[in-house]
T-cell receptor, first 111, second 115 residues
């Protein structure tokens, strides 16, 4: 089965700096990946997704990079703001199977 | 992004009562809905997967008679916690999958406190 892990449980970044959150997955057959942001007391919020036929995808201030060779996924947040403080989860899926979630990284933006 | 709603957002009940939580996909038809449970400072734990019109598939260790799931339509799923006990207190989150990309979106969650 799939297991998804994150390299760091916590990350502190100065406001205005860029942040990078990393994630590793185990199932090389996984073909769909999502990053979610969860603020305290709320449900996970979809940030960005990427399919395995892509290496990079950009959104507003966010970029997801996928390295299938080493089964690694990262989320880059540009020019971090206080509102970016949250727990970030990566998730991986193969076909129509259920999503497998990582343990989460708590991002703290330092003013 | 797509909108998934949950109701109620918070509920406090006495031990032994049953609680129903509704989950709706507001702007898309959900082929599949999921129910998760989340403990403080932990990741999401999948409880069950449901498809419209069919029985839910429960994860190992989740009691199907305790957590009743009904997926009546492509936009509505309900979770009923039957005979709730204090250990059922938790944050319950639904999720709906649909659209061309089969992306999965989450509801805002329901905080259940059983006294």
């Amino acid at each position: 089965g799939e297991s998804v892990g994150l390299h760091l449980p916590t990350l502190s970044v100065q406001e205005g700096d860029n942040s990078i959150i990393n994630c590793a997955y185990s199932n090389s057959a996984s073909d769909y990946f999502i990053w979610y942001k969860q603020e305290s007391g709320k449900g996970p919020q979809f940030i960005i997704d990427i399919r395995s036929n892509m290496d990079k995808r950009q959104g507003q201030r966010v970029t997801v990079l996928l390295n299938k060779t080493v089964k690694h996924l990262s989320l880059q947040i540009a020019a971090t703001q206080p509102g970016d403080s949250a727990v970030y989860f990566c998730a991986a899926r193969f076909g129509n199977e259920k999503l497998t979630f990582g343990t989460g990284t708590r991002l703290t933006i330092i003013p | 992004g797509a909108v998934v709603s949950q109701h109620p957002s918070r509920v406090i009940c006495k031990s032994g009562t049953s609680v129903k939580i509704e989950c709706r996909s507001l702007d898309f038809q959900a082929t599949t809905m999921f129910w998760y449970r989340q403990f403080p400072k932990k990741s999401l734990m999948l409880m069950a997967t449901s498809n419209e019109g069919s029985k839910a598939t429960y994860e190992q260790g989740v009691e199907k008679d305790k957590f009743l799931i009904n997926h009546a339509s492509l936009t509505l799923s309900t979770l009923t916690v039957t005979s709730a006990h204090p250990e059922d207190s938790s944050f319950y989150i639904c999720s709906a999958r649909g659209g061309a990309q089969e992306t999965q979106y989450f509801g805002p969650g329901t905080r259940l406190l059983v006294l």
